[in-house]
C-alpha cells in the first residue's frame, strides 16, 4: 500500500519527537511492504520565521495532498505573555483545523499499568480508566465574531453552533461508544447557555438512533469534579470546543502518563495526529524528549487514517516493551538509566525489524 | 451590635444546613452580646412552587435591607435535564446575583489535617494547598446576549466584559493577594478570546499599583491541568464567570472536604456566604447532611461583612473541636458513630456556649 504523509515537525521539541516516529513507521512500512511517502511542510514559529506566516499555503496544499498528517506540537516562548502580538504561532493552529475542517479531536485517556504511580491520583481511583473526550474543534468561541468597543474598553467573544455541528461530532461520539462500553456523556452548561441547550437537544434527538448507547448529561462544571474523583467511570464523551480544552487538559493529567498520550483530529479534508504534549522550549534541541506520544500517535494514524490494525499493534507492542524493559527518557527513568529521545526510536525501530 | 442577616435557606438540604448555622450564630451573638434579626426569604423551587419566580421581589428586599444574606443551595431534580422548562431554579441564581451585585465570588481551597486521605489526590500533593478562586459573577457569558437564529438551528452566546468590571475584581484580587502569600494568578484564554486579551491587559496594567505582589498569567486549560498537579503552587486566582465555574469546582474536589468548603460573594448592595455544595435532594429531610460548610459560611460572614474576627475564630475552633472529637456526620463519620445534622448543630452550639 502506498501512504501519503504530510509532516509537520513544528516547533520545540516537536521536529525531534516526529523524527523518532518516522523511523518507527518506516520500519513498519519496510515489514509489512508499504511504501511511505513523507512530504514536510512548516508550521508554528518556525514557519512565521520563514515566511511570516504559522500555517502558510504551501503547507496546506502538502496536507490537501496528503492522506494523513502527522504533526508534532507549536509555541515558541517568545510569543508567550505578549497577547498583542500581531502574529502568533496558535493562529496557525486555528487557521490549519479550520482550512482541513478538522472538527473532531480524539483525546484518549488510559492508563499504563507501569506508570500509574505517576499519577497524582490515587492508584484506587483511577485503575481502570479508559475514556476518550471528543471535543468539537472548528466551531464555538473559538471561531465566533469578536472584537472591542467603546474605544476597546469593552471586549466581546460569541460562541455559534449550528445543528448539523452537533450533529456531526456526536454522530463520531455515538459510534465510538458502540464500538466501547456503549456510554456516551454530553458536556454542557445547558442550566446558562442556549448554544449548550442546541448541544443537549440534538444530542436528545439522536438518541433513538443508537438505542443501545446509555446517554448522560452533565453540566462541565460537574465534569470537571468527576474526571478528577471517578475518571473510570467514564467512557466517551463529546463537547463543544472551549470545554473540550480544559476538560481534555485536564484529563491528560490523571494518568500519570502526560507524554505518552496520543491524539487525533478527524476532518472533513484529511485527519491529524498528534501528540497531546507542548512543544517544550526548554528540552527543545536536547534530545531528551519523550516521543513516545508521538510513536503512538503514528500508530493511531495507520489504525485511523489507514486501517492498518497489525501496524499500529506491533507500534503499540514495542512501546510497551520499551516501557517494560525501561529504554526511556529521562522523564520516566526515575534512578534508573536515561536514555536519549534518538536512542529510544532507534531501539523501538529495531525491535520493528 | 445589631446584625441585620437575611436568611435564604433555598431547596433541598438548604434548610437543616441552614439552621445548623442559625443554632451556631445565635450562640455566638449571645455570648458576645450581639443582636440578630433573621429574616427569612423563599428562593430557587420553593420560591417556584410558592409564587412562581425562583428569585420573587419580596426575597431581594429582605436582601437589600440586610447587611449580609445566608444561603443555603438552590436546585431541584424536577428541574433536571429538561433545558426547555420556562422558569429554572438556576436562573433565580443568576437574578439573584445581579439584582445584589454579587460581582466577585470568593472560593477559598486548604485542607483540613485530619481529613486529607479523602482526597482523591496523593498527600503529597495537596498537603498545604491553601489558595483562593476570585470568578467574576455577575459578567460574561450569564450576562450576554443570547439566541436562536435560522428556526432555531443556530444557537449563541456572548461573553462581553468592560475594562471596569475586569478593574473590579482584579482589585479585590490584588487585596487578597497582598494579606496572603503575594501571588496573583490571571486565568483566561488570551491566545484566542478577545476578552480574555482585555482581562490580561487590564490586569498588566494594574500590577504597577501592587508592586509586591507577584503576578502570572496562565492559559485556562493549563491552569485546569496545575490545579491537579500542584494546587499547593497557588495563592489568589482571578478569572472570569464561566472559567471560574468550571476551576472551583474542579477545585474544590481537592481538597477532600468538599463538604466542608465555604464561600463568599461580594457585591455592590451586599454580600453572600453560602457553602459550596449543591442542594443534595436525595438527602433532604433525612438530617444527614453536613452542616460544617454552612457553619463555616456563616464564620466568613461574621468576619466579612460584620468584622467579627474573635467570633469567627470561634467558630472556626469548635468546628475544628467536632472534627477532631468525631461529633460528624455519615459522610465524614467512617466506620465510627454518625451524628445527625442537627445533632451536630446542637454540639456545636453548645460547645460555643
Ligand atoms: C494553543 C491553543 C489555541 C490550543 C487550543 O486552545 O485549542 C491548545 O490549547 C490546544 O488544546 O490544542
Ligand atoms: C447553577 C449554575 C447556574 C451555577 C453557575 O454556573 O454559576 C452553579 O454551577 C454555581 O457555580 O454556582
Known sequence: MELNIALLPGDGIGPEVVDQAVKVVDAVAEKFGHQIKWASGLTGAAAIDAVGDPYPESTHKICMAADAVLFGAIGHPRYDNDPKAPVRPEQGLLKMRKKLGLFANVRPTFTFPSLIDNSPLKRERIEGTDLIILRELTGGIYFGERGRKDNGDTAFDTCTYTREEVKRLAKLGFEMAMNRRKKLCCVDKANVLESSRLWRETVQDMETDFPEVEVSYEFVDAVAMRLVQWPSSYDVLITENLFGD????????????????????????????????????????????????????????????????????????????SLAEGIVTEDLAGKSKAYKTSEVGDWLAAQVR
Open 246 to 321: 480544559i476538560l481534555t487538559d485536564e484529563a491528560s493529567v490523571i494518568s500519570g502518563s502526560m507524554g505518552l498520550m496520543p491524539s487525533a483530529s478527524i476532518g472533513v479534508h484529511t485527519s491529524l495526529f498528534e501528540p497531546i504534549h507542548g512543544s517544550y522550549p526548554q528540552a527543545a534541541g536536547k534530545d531528551i524528549a519523550n516521543p513516545l506520544a508521538t510513536v503512538l500517535s503514528a500508530a493511531m494514524m495507520l489504525e485511523d487514517a489507514f486501517d492498518l490494525k497489525d501496524e499500529a499493534s506491533l507500534i503499540r507492542a514495542v512501546t510497551n516493551q
